[in-house]
C-alpha cells in the first residue's frame, strides 16, 4: 500500500496543481459549452497522468510489444516501498452524481488473489463549474471505501454511488481500513450478488419474451401499420 505520507503528497500536489489550472483562461474556455464532463474528464486524465509521472517513480502496464494497454487497471502504477501501485484517475463535475464507472471486478480480484495488488487507488478530481471554478482533490484506496460501491454484473463494473460518496465526504467520513482478507471477501460477496440479480433479471426478461411471443404467434394479425409505429415516434 502508499504510505500515509505518500498519499498526503500525492494528494497535496494534484490539489495545488488543479488550483492553478482553473485560473486559467484555457480552462475556462473548456467549462463552457455542452458535454463540459467528457472534455474536463479527458483533460484532468492526460495532465494529472503527466504530472504524477513527472513528480514520481512510475510505470505503465504494457503488452508483449512493449506498447502501453489501453485497458491497463491503472492510468499510471506509482513505486512506494518497492512496489508499484495502480491509480486509476477520475474527474467529474458537481452538476453530475450517478454511478461512474470504476474498475472491473474480475479484473481486480484475479490482480488481488495473484499477488499482484494490495490496493487500488482512485485519484478523484471534482470541479464546481457553477460559479468561480474550483476543485477538490481525493486520494484514496477503492478497497476501504467499499460501502459506497456497487456493482452491475452486465458491464462488470464495479461503480461509485457518487452522491452517498461525496455526502459522506463532506462530512468528514473516514471508514476504518480492513485487513485484505476482508476487502477479498467483500469483493466476492458483491460479485455473488450481483451474479445473482443478472440471472433474476435476464429470467424475467426472458419470462416476458415468452409472454409476448406466445400472444404474437397467436395473433392472426401480421402486417406492419401506421397505428403499430406510433410508438417509434418517428418525425
Not at 483533460?43 to 494497454?69: I, N, W
Not at 495502480?86 to 480480484?109: H, I, R
Request: hydrophobic share 35%; glycine share 6%; with cysteine.
Amino acid at each position: 500500500m502508499i504510505d500515509a505520507r505518500t498519499a498526503k503528497r500525492i494528494r497535496r500536489d494534484t490539489q495545488a496543481y488543479w488550483d492553478s489550472e482553473v485560473r486559467k483562461r484555457y480552462f475556462r474556455e473548456i467549462a463552457q459549452g455542452k458535454e463540459i464532463g467528457h472534455r474536463i474528464a479527458d483533460l484532468v486524465d492526460e495532465k494529472t497522468t503527466a504530472l504524477l509521472t513527472v513528480k514520481y517513480v512510475t510505470k505503465h502496464q504494457c503488452d508483449s510489444r512493449g506498447q502501453r494497454r489501453m485497458r491497463s487497471m491503472g492510468d499510471l502504477w506509482l513505486e512506494c516501498g518497492g512496489i508499484y501501485h495502480p491509480v486509476n484517475v477520475k474527474a467529474g463535475v458537481t452538476t453530475t452524481g450517478g454511478q461512474p464507472n470504476m474498475v472491473s471486478l474480475k479484473k481486480l480480484l484475479r490482480a488481488l488473489l495473484g499477488y499482484q495488488i494490495d490496493s487500488y487507488y482512485l485519484l478523484m478530481v471534482k470541479m464546481d463549474i457553477t460559479r468561480e471554478i474550483t476543485c477538490r482533490v481525493y486520494f484514496l484506496d477503492l478497497l476501504d471505501y467499499l460501502s459506497y460501491m456497487t456493482f452491475d454484473s452486465g458491464p462488470g463494473q464495479i461503480m461509485l454511488k457518487a452522491n452517498a460518496f461525496y455526502d459522506a465526504m463532506a462530512k468528514g467520513t473516514s471508514p476504518p481500513t480492513l485487513a485484505i482478507r476482508r476487502k477479498v471477501k467483500q469483493l466476492y460477496a458483491m460479485l455473488e450478488d450481483g451474479n445473482k440479480r443478472l440471472a433474476a433479471n435476464r429470467a424475467e426478461s426472458l419470462a416476458r419474451f415468452h409472454k409476448d411471443i406466445s400472444r404474437y404467434l397467436k395473433s392472426s394479425r401480421r402486417k406492419v401499420t401506421a397505428d403499430t409505429q406510433n410508438p417509434l415516434n418517428l418525425r
